[in-house]
Nanobody, 117 residues
């Protein structure tokens, strides 16, 4: 059974930085591609950034150049978020980087990021 615990969210102002962490339990971490997703109020969950098992990264257009995803051997996926914007406000989740909705692990609680002036 794989569980993800997201942390690091908070209330920040536009232009601030924030670092999110996702700790993954279970033995499957090293073999999977991982990603951060977010869900804003009234919107569908969307992919923010992904990192493959070989450390190749990818980003959605809204965050490209501002966010950085990384992974460690300690089963942690980190999202460094710089120059935050109001539109980055959402609940952030980590999970496998999936092309199909049937491949995800059970979702964790996520961590709330609120960007407000």
């Amino acid at each position: 059974q794989v569980h993800m615990v997201e942390s690091g969210g908070g209330l920040v102002q536009p232009g601030d930085n924030l670092t999110l962490s996702c700790t993954v339990s279970g033995s499957a971490f090293a073999f999977h591609d991982w990603a951060w997703y977010r869900q804003a109020p009234g919107k569908q969950r969307e992919l923010v950034a992904g990192i493959s098992a070989s450390y190749k990264t990818s980003y959605s257009d809204p965050v490209k150049g501002r966010f950085a995803i990384s992974r460690s051997n300690a089963a942690t996926v980190t999202l460094q978020m710089n120059s935050l914007k109001i539109e980055d406000t959402a609940v952030y989740f980590c999970n496998k980087l999936c092309a199909s909705s049937t491949c995800f692990f059970a979702w964790g609680q996520g961590t709330q990021v609120t960007v407000s002036s």
